[in-house]
C-alpha cells in the first residue's frame, strides 16, 4: 500500500499518516510543504506525481482535523536523525 492510499480517520491513523510521511520523505519532512515541492536528490525529479500529491495533501488536512502533526513530525525526524548521525 502506498502512503497516499490511506485513510485519516481519527486521531491513531493520523499519527500513522505523519509517521509514514517522516519515513518515506525522510526528516526533511514539514506539514507545511506541499507534497510537490519534495524531490529527489539525485535526479532533480519529483517523489510525487501530481495525482500523489494531490491525494497526500487532502490527507494532510485531515490529519490537521485530529491532531497537531508537527510534534509528531518532529519527533520522528529526529529519531532519525539520531541513527543517521553517532553522538
Known amino acids: 500500500m502506498e502512503i497516499w492510499e490511506l485513510e485519516v480517520v481519527d ?43 494531490g491525494k497526500l495533501e487532502t490527507l494532510l488536512e485531515r490529519a490537521f482535523d485530529f491532531c497537531d502533526p508537527y510534534p509528531v513530525a518532529l519527533g520522528d525526524a529526529l529519531r532519525v536523525l539520531k541513527r543517521r548521525i553517532p553522538t
Open 11 to 53: 486521531r491513531n491513523s493520523a499519527v500513522r499518516f505523519i509517521r509514514l510521511c517522516v519515513q518515506e520523505i525522510g526528516p526533511g519532512f514539514h506539514p507545511d510543504t506541499p507534497a510537490s515541492d519534495y524531490i529527489v536528490i539525485e535526479t532533480g525529479q519529483a517523489l510525487f506525481d501530481d495525482s500523489a500529491s
